[in-house]
C-alpha cells in the first residue's frame, strides 16, 4: 500500500512537470493545461494520501489504481525497448498523431480492460452463469500451463473469424479501418481502435472462454492478451527467427497493418501465426513493410469523426 501512495505521488508530481515543460516546448498548450489541471485536481482531491474508507479483503481483486498506472507502466515497459532496439529510428515517441492514440488509449482501450476485469471479478463471476460443468471439470483437471495454453488457441481462433470478419463485411470495416489508419506503428499505436471493433472482439473472444475456463485463467489471458496485442504493434527491429514462427512478433502484426497489395487481408492471428497458415491467410516474408495505414481510402484525421463516421458511412473516395 505504501509503494502505491508513493507512486501515485510521483505520478502527481510527474504530470505537472511534464506539463510544464510540454508548455513551454508545444505550439498547442491545451493538452499541458489539461495535464496539469487534473493533477492539480488529484491532489486537492487527497492526492497520494487519500483515505480508503474500506480496506479491500483478500481475494482476486483488481483496483481502479492499477488501470491509473496502466498507461503508465505500459509505456515504462515499451518505451525503452522501441528507443533502444527501433525498427524505425527515425519515428521518434511522439511521433506524428501520438496524442489522438493517447486519446484512445483513455477512451476505449482502458475502460474495456476496465469491464472485462470487472467481468470476471469474484462479485460478479459471469463465468458461473455460462460455463459448461463437464467442459469446465475437464479443463480444470489439466496442469495450469496447459490450461493457459489452451485458453490463448481458443481465444485466437475466436479472434481470427472475428478479425476476418471485421475486414471482409463492408459495415464492419467502416470501424476496423480506424485500426488500421496509423501510418506509423508502435505501442500505443494498437490502442487506437473504435469502441465497437474492440467491444465486439473482446466479446467474441470471451464468450467461448467463459464456457470452460476458470476465472483465473481467463484473467491471465486478459493480461496476456494486453501484454502481447501492445508488444505485435511495437516499434522494436530485433527478429528471433526460432520465436517467430510460432508465435505473432511486431514484424507479423506489421504485415497486417501495411498498405502494400500483397500483404492486404492477410495475417489475421494476433497470438500464433499457424491459424493463419492453417486457414491460408499467412503472409511473412523476410523484410518489414515499407508503408503502413489504409490502401486508397481515407478516414477523418481526428477522435469524434472516427467514432461517428463509421455509423453514418462516408461519401466514397476512388
Ligand atoms: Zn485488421
Ligand atoms: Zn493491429
Known sequence: MHTMRVLIQCLIVGAILFGIISSIRRKKKILALTGMLLAIAATALGGSSVQINETPHGGLAIGLDWFLLDLFLMALIYVPLERLWPQHPKQGTFRKEWTLDVVYFMSTHLPLQILSFLVLLPAT???????????????????????????????????????????????????????????????????????????????????????????????????????????????????????????????????????QKESIDKNFAIHFPWIDKLFGTYYFPEEWPAQYGLAGEEISPNFLGQTIEPFIGKKKTS
Open 125 to 259: 463471476q459471469a463465468t458461473k452463469y455460462l460455463g459448461v460443468p463437464v467442459l469446465q471439470e475437464f479443463i480444470a483437471r489439466m496442469a495450469w500451463f496447459l490450461q493457459f495454453f489452451l485458453a490463448v488457441v481458443v481465444a485466437d481462433v475466436a479472434e481470427y473469424f472475428i478479425h476476418l470478419a471485421l475486414h471482409k463485411v463492408p459495415f464492419l470495416w467502416r470501424f476496423h479501418a480506424v485500426h488500421h489508419s496509423s501510418k506509423a506503428l508502435d505501442w500505443i499505436a494498437g490502442s487506437r481502435s473504435h469502441f465497437v471493433d474492440d467491444t465486439l472482439v473482446r466479446g467474441f473472444i470471451l464468450a467461448p472462454l467463459m464456457l470452460g475456463f476458470s476465472q483465473s485463467i481467463i484473467l491471465a489471458y486478459l493480461i496476456f492478451v494486453t501484454l502481447h496485442a501492445t508488444w505485435t504493434h511495437c516499434n522494436f527491429g530485433p527478429n528471433a527467427k526460432w520465436l517467430e514462427k510460432f508465435l505473432v512478433m511486431p514484424r507479423y502484426h506489421h504485415w497486417h497493418h501495411t498498405s
